[in-house]
């Protein structure tokens, strides 16, 4: 089957092409097996085989039910199963496919072979004919295993009409309708894979649009919305477990003036290498560093003090005002403020609460000369 490359996968998650695929087979998968006990009874009704072999027709029904009842006992898989997992359920569902389709073949062949007449001929043809329709357009997933069941299910009926002599019409129309349905299942292939093929794009299309109302397209760091977004979760869950959370408030200082000086691609250049600088020095996963607009940018520390929070952001101050930026034909030192503010549930119900505080912090360290950090005030 046609694959798709997915990072997922590579994880050992199994992507969700393959998840459809399960989902797609498992639902089509218990539509036919009633089928195959309603037809068997019948043939057996048309072709005597109720009245001369009754045990041995009674027992392949019995394992018709039983593969029945397994058709619906099997069930799905969670979407954060191993792809492993999930090919090993679909490699289950089409043996049991499989042994269905065989089972069927051997068991009408049987009958025509012990009771040729023409009804149970009509039956077993029409019932032939119709699982082979039927698994064409239900189960293209698979070429070469949907392959093997049109033979399971048809060429067995077909040879019992050659073995027991049925009209050349009745055989020459079954070897048509066996090419027709060989096109269509193939027809069906190549539409299923298609189908496939734009959920994929349609997903990937999502995810990039996801990602980029979350991103922000210069810097490519959190944007705005995703940060305050993670803002108000974090601090939801520091409330309930009792634990810390420091905010830091960045601005590059005297910004304006490299737009000025240098043009605004050399600003975009200056933004880029801060964010990168910034990323750098907040890596962790307890960490989210955003753009917050401009030059402006945030940082979230969760299990941080204030006194931790302002030690880090003291220590990036001083790396970056040591950082010469290539601007032009010459180097720029740039400098940054930061303003730094420490959850506190008397305070801060909410996640603006503690952004404003930061952001009155780093109003401060502006006032002070800029180039400097300064912390709430408490109380």
Same mark, same amino acid.
């Given at each position: 089957?046609?694959?798709?490359?997915?990072?997922?996968?590579?994880?050992?998650?199994?992507?969700?092409?393959?998840?459809?695929?399960?989902? @797609?087979?498992?639902? +089509?998968?218990? %539509?036919?097996?009633?089928?195959?006990?309603?037809?068997?009874?019948?043939?057996?009704?048309?072709?005597?085989?109720?009245?001369?072999?009754?045990?041995?027709?009674?027992?392949? #029904?019995?394992?018709?039910?039983?593969?029945?009842?397994?058709?619906?006992?099997? *069930?799905?898989?969670?979407?954060?199963?191993?792809?492993?997992?999930? !090919?090993? *359920?679909?490699?289950?569902?089409?043996?049991?496919?499989?042994?269905?389709?065989?089972?069927?073949?051997?068991?009408?062949?049987?009958?025509? &072979?012990?009771?040729?007449?023409?009804?149970?001929?009509?039956?077993?043809?029409?019932?032939?004919?119709?699982?082979?329709?039927?698994?064409?357009?239900?189960?293209?997933? !698979?070429?070469?295993?949907?392959?093997?069941?049109?033979?399971?299910?048809?060429?067995?009926?077909?040879?019992?009409?050659?073995?027991?002599? #049925?009209?050349?019409? /009745?055989?020459?129309?079954?070897?048509?309708?066996?090419?027709?349905?060989?096109?269509? %299942?193939? !027809?069906?292939?190549?539409?299923?894979?298609?189908?496939?093929?734009?959920?994929?794009?349609?997903?990937?299309? *999502?995810?990039?649009?996801?990602?980029?109302?979350?991103?922000?397209?210069?810097?490519? /760091?959190?944007?705005? !919305?995703?940060?305050?977004? &993670?803002?108000?979760?974090?601090?939801? @869950?520091?409330?309930?477990?009792?634990? +810390? &959370?420091?905010?830091?408030?960045?601005?590059?200082?005297?910004?304006?003036?490299?737009?000025?000086?240098?043009?605004?691609?050399?600003?975009?250049?200056?933004?880029?290498?801060?964010?990168?600088?910034?990323?750098?020095?907040?890596? #962790?996963?307890?960490? %989210?560093?955003?753009?917050? =607009? =401009?030059?402006?940018?945030?940082?979230?520390?969760?299990?941080?003090?204030?006194?931790?929070?302002?030690?880090?952001?003291?220590?990036?101050?001083? *790396?970056?005002?040591?950082?010469?930026?290539?601007? =032009?034909?010459?180097?720029?030192?740039?400098?940054?403020?930061?303003?730094?503010?420490?959850?506190?549930?008397?305070?801060?119900?909410?996640?603006?609460?503690?952004?404003?505080?930061?952001?009155?912090?780093?109003?401060?360290?502006?006032?002070?000369?800029?180039?400097?950090?300064?912390?709430? @005030?408490?109380?």
């Amino acid at each position: 089957m046609h694959q798709m490359t997915n990072p997922d996968s590579a994880a050992g998650i199994a992507a969700p092409r393959l998840l459809q695929e399960l989902g @797609e087979t498992l639902q +089509r998968l218990r %539509l036919g097996g009633p089928f195959y006990v309603l037809l068997w009874l019948l043939a057996g009704t048309a072709s005597g085989a109720w009245q001369h072999a009754r045990g041995l027709f009674l027992l392949v #029904a019995l394992v018709f039910v039983l593969l029945t009842v397994v058709r619906f006992r099997i *069930r799905g898989l969670p979407d954060g199963a191993s792809e492993a997992a999930v !090919r090993a *359920r679909l490699n289950g569902i089409w043996a049991l496919l499989l042994t269905n389709a065989a089972l069927w073949g051997v068991a009408i062949a049987w009958l025509l &072979m012990t009771a040729p007449n023409e009804s149970a001929r009509t039956v077993a043809a029409i019932s032939s004919y119709a699982f082979a329709t039927a698994f064409a357009h239900n189960f293209p997933m !698979r070429l070469r295993s949907a392959f093997l069941a049109l033979a399971l299910l048809y060429l067995s009926t077909l040879g019992a009409f050659v073995a027991t002599g #049925a009209r050349f019409e /009745l055989i020459a129309v079954g070897a048509l309708y066996l090419l027709y349905v060989s096109l269509t %299942l193939r !027809r069906s292939h190549a539409e299923y894979l298609q189908r496939l093929d734009l959920q994929d794009e349609l997903r990937r299309q *999502r995810d990039l649009f996801e990602q980029q109302s979350r991103r922000d397209g210069l810097t490519g /760091l959190a944007n705005r !919305r995703r940060f305050s977004a &993670m803002l108000d979760t974090w601090l939801s @869950e520091v409330s309930e477990e009792g634990s +810390r &959370m420091a905010l830091l408030i960045l601005d590059l200082d005297h910004f304006k003036t490299i737009n000025d000086r240098y043009g605004h691609a050399a600003g975009d250049a200056c933004l880029r290498t801060f964010a990168e600088q910034l990323q750098q020095a907040f890596p #962790a996963q307890t960490e %989210l560093v955003a753009r917050l =607009g =401009g030059e402006e940018f945030g940082v979230l520390l969760r299990d941080a003090s204030l006194d931790e929070a302002i030690r880090r952001a003291e220590a990036f101050r001083r *790396r970056f005002a040591e950082h010469a930026l290539p601007l =032009g034909d010459g180097i720029f030192h740039s400098s940054v403020s930061i303003g730094v503010a420490e959850f506190d549930p008397r305070r801060d119900a909410r996640g603006d609460t503690l952004y404003h505080s930061a952001d009155a912090a780093l109003y401060r360290a502006k006032a002070a000369g800029r180039n400097a950090v300064r912390a709430a @005030e408490q109380g």
